[in-house]
C-alpha cells in the first residue's frame, strides 16, 4: 500500500517486507539506513551505458570478432551494467520508495528489450519473428485475417498480434518491423508493469514486489522470447490485466466499479483468447488455482469472481477452437503428448528411454555449472517461501494461491532433468512459471536478507557485515539472472551476431537468402513446396512466402539419384529444392543440417559435395537459379516424378 | 468547453484530423505523428470511461495502455467479419469512430457529473531539474547504442552475390525470364552467353549497377534445352554463375 508521497505504509496481517523497520524483537538491526547514495536516475544511466556496451559487443561481431573473448567480455561487462545496479537497489537496505522501485524495474526492463533490440536492429531475424512479420504482412497486402502461413499454420488464426501491428502500420506508414517492435516492446513492459502491481497488491509491499519481479527477471526466455514480435508476448500483458481486474472485482470498495473491472476482464479475457492459444488456457488454469487459493482461505468473493471469469475464458477458448481455429488441436497435440510422455517418463523413475544429454545441447561446462547453481537456488527459496506464506500470508487468497503455482518450478526442473527435449519445454514455461515462482522466492530473500542481520555475528559489526549480506543477497540474484541469459536465448554459440553459419538461427539470416527467397516469391508465386536446409527454411518460408517441408534429410544425403529419393519427393510433393553449397564446407551450427535430421548431433565432416552437386546430372532437371552459394532445382520434370 | 473536458476536446482533433490526413494522404512524418495519438486514444478514453479515478495511477496507465492494444484485436475481427478490408481506412475508420462514439460518452457523463474530469499526475511536475537532465542523458546514451547497432549492420562486410536465373514467366508459361541481379556491392561488368542445345543463340554484354537488375524475356519455340552461362569480367574462361532449362512449348489449348 502506498502511503502519501509514494511512502509505502504497513497493512494489515504484517506482511514481510511491507515495513523496512522490520519486525521482532530486533527491530533496530533491519531498519533501513536512510536513502541510497546511488540515486534511480544515475542508475539509469549506467544501464544506458550497459546497452551500449552490448551495442558495440555485437557490432564487434558483425564486423568479424565474433569469436574473440573480448568481445564476449564486454557482452557480458554491459549486462554486468545493466543489472548490477538495480539489483543492489532493490536488494539494498537503504530506503526505497513505491516509484524508485517501479523505474528500477521499467530501467531493467527496458535496457534488457533494447539489448535484444540491437541484435536485430535493422529487421526481424530470430525466426519466431519472422513467423509472425509473414502472417503481419499478409494482412496488410490482402487485408484479410485467417490467409495461409506455411512456416506457423496456426499464427493466422491467433491474429491479435498481426492486427495490432498493421493497425498500427496501417494508420502511422511505419514498416512492420518499427511497428513489431513497438508493440512487442510495449506489451513486454505493460506485462511486467502489471505483474509489479499485481505482487504489491498481493504482498502489500512495494519491496517484495519490486524483489518479486527482479526474480522475474531472471526467467531463461524474458530478454528474448518473452519480449520478441511473437503472439505470446502480446497474450501475456492480457493474462495479467485479467488478473488485474480480478483483484480489483474482489475488493470490498469495489463495489460502484465492479461492472467497469468486469468489462475489462472480459475484455482482457477474449483479447488472450484470440492473441495466444497456450496463454488462453494458462489464463484459465490460473484463475482456477485463484479460485482454489481463494476457497482455502474461505474468500467467497474472490472464488466466485475468479470463477465466473474463468468461465468466461474458457467458453471463449472453446468458442474460438470450434469456430475459428480448429486447426489448434491438431497443432498442440505433439506438444501435449509430449508433456504428457514428460510426466509419465518422471512417474516411472525417469530415466527410461531417454537419452542422456548431450554436451552439444546443454552448452559449455561453465553454463551447465551456473544452471546448476540457478536450480539449487531457486530450489531453495522456494520451500522458505512456501514458509513465509504459511506464517504471514495463509489467509490472504492470492498468495496461498501463488504459493499453490511455485510448485510448478519443481516440475519443470524435473521435467529439464529426467525428459528428453526438456529443456525446451521447460523453458517455454518458464514465461509463466516464474511469476509464481519469483514471488514466492522473493519473500524467502527478504526474510533471509533481514533475518540475517540479526544474527549475533553480523550485529557485531553491522556497518562492514551488513552490506556482506546484501551483496550475497545480489550475487545470488545476479547468479539466477547470468543463468537466465547464458542459458536462454539467443544460444551460446550465436551470442553475439557475426558472419554466415551454417544451419544456423539468426545468423544464417543473411542478404543471399533474403534476396534468394524474395527471387523465388516474386518467380514463382507463393506456396511451393520447396526442400532446403534449416537456415534457409525460416527466410524461404516468409521472405519468399513457400512452403518449405521437413523431413527432407534423404534428399540431400545421397551421392546420385535413387529411385527411393524420388518416390519420397512424389510422396511430400516436393517442387523445387533449394541447395546451399555452404553445406559441404561447413558443421551445422545447431547439430542439424535439416528441419528434421536423423543425423542431428553425429556429423564430424560437412555433407560431401557430390551429394549436393549431383542435382545437375539428375536426367530432366532444371536448375532455373544460382546466386553462387543458393541453386534452385526445379525437380517437376526430372526424374524424381519420373519424367 | 472547459479545462475538465480537455482531453476529449484533444482526443477529438486527433481523429477528425487523423481521418483528414488519410483522406488526403498526407505525408509519413504526419501520419506517423497522428497515427500514433490515434492509436493511444481509444484505450485512454476507454479506461477513463470505465475506471476514471476509482484506481491508482499506475493501474489506469496499465488498463488504458491494455486497452488501446485490445481495441485493433477485437475491432479488427468485426471489421473482417463485417466485409471491411483491413487497409488504412479500415484502420482509422475504426480506431476514429472509437474515439469519437468514446469522446462522446465520456463528454455526456462528466457533464452529468458520473464521470471525474481530466487530471493529470502532479508528482511529474515535481521531478527536480537535474534528475531529469540525468534521465534524459540515459534516453540519449541508448539511442546511441541503437544507432551503434545499425550501423553495425550497414557496415558489416559481406560477401557479394550475383543471382542468375532463368525461369517460366508468372503466368506466362511459354514465355521464360532470364535475369541478372548485380548485388557484388560495386558496379559490375559481364558476358552473358545463352546456348540453345548447347550452340550459342545470344551473347550480352552487361554493365549493371550495384543493385541493378536486367532481364530478358524469352519466347518457347519448341523443345530444346536452354543454357545460360555469365561470366564476369574480365574472366571469360570459368562460367561465374550458370543456369539451365529444358524448354517445351505447350500444346494450344
Known amino acids: 500500500m502506498l502511503g502519501k508521497g509514494g511512502r509505502h505504509v504497513t497493512v494489515a496481517d504484517s506482511p514481510i517486507g511491507g515495513t523496512q523497520a522490520g519486525y521482532g524483537p530486533h527491530r533496530a538491526a533491519t531498519r533501513p539506513v536512510g536513502r541510497s547514495r546511488l540515486p534511480v536516475s544515475v542508475v539509469a544511466v549506467v544501464a544506458a551505458f550497459g546497452v551500449l556496451a552490448v551495442a558495440a559487443a555485437y557490432t564487434a561481431g558483425r564486423l568479424g570478432y565474433a569469436a574473440t573473448s573480448w568481445a564476449d567480455q564486454l557482452y557480458w561487462f554491459g549486462q554486468l551494467l545493466i543489472l548490477a545496479p538495480v539489483a543492489a537497489r532493490l536488494l539494498s537496505r537503504r530506503t526505497i520508495t513505491a516509484s524508485e522501485t517501479l523505474t528500477l524495474i521499467v530501467i531493467v526492463t527496458v535496457a534488457e528489450y533494447l539489448v535484444k533490440v540491437c541484435y536485430s536492429p535493422a529487421a526481424f531475424t530470430y525466426v519466431d519473428e519472422l513467423m509472425h512479420w509473414r502472417s503481419a504482412t499478409d494482412i496488410m497486402q490482402t487485408g484479410k485475417l485467417f490467409t495461409v502461413n506455411n512456416l506457423l499454420p496456426i499464427s493466422p488464426y491467433y491474429p491479435g498480434l498481426e492486427e495490432v501491428t498493421s493497425a498500427l502500420a496501417s494508420v502511422t506508414g511505419l514498416s512492420i518491423f518499427t511497428c513489431g517492435l513497438i508493440v512487442a516492446g510495449t506489451a513486454h513492459l505493460l506485462f511486467v508493469t502489471v505483474l509489479f502491481v499485481l505482487f504489491r497488491h498481493v504482498s502489500g509491499s512495494h519491496r517484495v514486489a519490486g524483489v518479486a519481479v527482479l526474480l522475474y527477471v531472471s526467467e531463461s526466455l524474458f530478454q528474448s522470447f518473452d519480449s ?53 488456457y494458462v489464463l484459465v488454469a ?8 481463494a476457497l482455502l482461505t474461505r474468500d467467497r468473493t474472490l472464488a466466485a469472481w475468479a470463477s465466473i471469469l474463468a468461465l468466461v475464458s474458457a467458453a471463449a477458448c472453446g468458442a474460438w477452437i470450434v469456430f475459428a481455429a480448429p486447426s489448434t488441436v491438431g497443432y498442440l497435440s505433439p506438444f501435449v503428448d509430449s508433456a504428457v510422455q514428460a510426466f509419465r517418463s518422471i512417474l516411472s523413475g525417469g530415466h527410461s528411454g531417454v537419452p542422456p544429454p548431450t554436451s552439444a545441447a546443454n552448452g559449455p561446462l561453465q553454463n551447465q555449472a551456473l544452471e546448476a547453481a540457478a536450480v539449487l537456488i531457486m530450489s531453495v527459496l522456494v520451500p522458505i517461501g512456501w514458509w513465509q506464506v504459511w506464517r504471514r500470508y495463509r489467509r490472504q487468497a492470492w498468495a496461498v494461491a501463488l504459493a499453490i503455482g511455485a510448485l510448478s518450478w519443481y516440475i519443470v526442473v524435473a521435467v529439464r532433468l529426467f525428459v528428453a527435449d526438456g529443456s525446451e519445454l521447460a523453458g517455454r514455461a518458464s514465461t509463466f512459471v516464474f511469476v509464481p515462482a519469483g514471488f ?32 550475497v543477497a545480489v550475487a545470488a540474484a545476479l547468479v539466477l539472472i547470468f543463468n537466465g541469459l547464458v542459458n536462454g536465448w539467443p544460444p551460446y554459440w550465436e551470442r553475439l551476431p557475426g558472419t554466415y553459419q551454417v544451419a544456423g538461427f539468426e545468423r544464417s539470416v543473411g542478404p543471399e537468402q533474403i534476396a534468394s527467397a524474395d527471387w523465388a516469391l516474386a518467380m514463382l508465386g507463393p506456396g511451393n513446396r520447396f526442400a532446403t536446409d534449416f537456415g534457409d527454411f525460416p527466410v524461404l518460408g516468409s521472405y519468399g512466402d513457400q512452403n518449405p517441408v521437413l523431413a527432407d534429410a534423404f534428399l540431400y544425403t545421397s551421392p546420385t539419384f535413387t529411385q527411393s529419393a524420388a518416390q519420397q519427393v512424389q510422396a511430400l510433393n516436393i517442387q523445387y529444392a533449394l541447395v546451399d553449397q555452404r553445406l559441404s564446407e561447413q558443421l551445422p551450427a545447431s547439430g542439424s543440417y535439416f528441419p528434421i535430421d536423423p543425423n542431428a548431433g553425429t556429423y564430424t565432416h560437412p555433407l560431401p559435395s557430390a551429394d549436393l552437386a549431383k542435382f545437375n546430372a539428375v536426367p530432366g532437371i532444371d536448375r532455373i537459379y544460382d546466386s553462387g552459394n543458393i541453386v534452385v532445382y526445379d525437380l517437376m520434370g526430372s526424374a524424381y516424378y519420373g519424367s | 468547453m472547459g479545462r475538465n473536458q480537455a482531453d476529449v476536446t484533444v482526443t477529438a482533433v486527433v481523429a477528425v484530423l487523423a481521418i483528414g490526413a488519410a483522406v488526403a494522404g498526407a505525408p509519413t512524418a504526419v501520419m506517423t505523428v497522428l497515427g500514433l495519438a490515434l492509436f493511444a486514444a481509444p484505450g485512454y478514453l476507454l479506461s477513463q470511461l470505465l475506471i476514471g479515478s476509482r484506481a491508482s495511477g499506475l493501474e489506469r496507465v496499465c488498463v488504458a495502455v491494455g486497452l488501446a492494444l485490445a481495441v485493433p484485436i477485437l475491432g479488427g475481427l468485426l471489421l473482417y467479419a463485417a466485409g471491411v478490408p483491413l487497409h488504412r481506412a479500415g484502420w482509422v475508420g475504426l480506431l476514429a469512430g472509437v474515439t469519437l462514439a468514446a469522446d462522446g460518452a465520456l463528454f455526456a457523463r462528466r457533464r452529468a457529473g458520473r464521470a471525474a474530469p481530466v487530471s493529470w499526475p502532479r508528482q511529474w511536475w515535481r521531478i527536480p531539474p537535474g534528475r531529469l537532465a540525468i534521465f534524459a542523458a540515459a534516453v540519449l546514451i541508448a539511442a546511441a547504442a541503437v544507432t551503434l547497432a545499425r550501423i553495425g549492420v550497414s557496415d558489416q562486410p559481406q560477401p557479394g552475390f550475383t543471382q542468375l536465373s532463368l525461369s517460366p514467366a508468372p503466368q506466362k508459361p511459354d514465355t521464360l525470364i532470364l535475369a541478372v541481379s548485380n548485388n557484388q556491392g560495386t558496379r559490375t561488368s559481364y558476358r552473358l552467353v545463352l546456348l540453345r542445345n548447347s550452340q550459342v543463340s545470344e551473347t550480352w554484354n552487361l554493365t549493371l549497377a550495384k543493385g541493378q537488375t536486367w532481364q530478358q524475356s524469352l519466347p518457347v519455340t519448341g523443345t530444346y534445352t536452354l543454357t545460360a552461362d555469365l561470366y564476369r569480367l574480365p574472366d571469360l574462361t570459368h562460367p561465374y554463375r550458370y543456369v539451365f532449362t529444358h524448354a517445351s512449348r505447350s500444346a494450344p489449348s
Open chain 1, 228 to 280: 520478441m514480435f511473437v503472439y505470446q508476448t502480446l497474450a501475456v500483458p492480457f493474462l495479467g490485466l485479467t488478473l488485474l481486474a480480478v483483484y480489483r472485482l474482489a475488493q470490498p470498495q469495489a463495489a460502484g466499479s465492479r461492472a467497469a473491472w468486469f468489462t475489462v476482464g472480459a475484455v482482457s479475457a477474449l483479447a488472450t483468447v484470440v492473441t495466444h492459444h497456450v496463454t488462453s
Open chain 1, 286 to 293: 490460473t484463475l482456477e488455482v485463484i479460485t482454489l487459493g
Open chain 1, 440 to 471: 514466492v522466492a522473493a519473500l524467502a530473500v527478504i526474510r533471509l536478507t533481514d533475518n540475517s542481520l540479526r544474527w549475533p555475528i553480523i550485529r557485531a559489526d553491522m556497518r562492514i557485515r551488513a552490506p556482506a549480506v546484501v551483496a
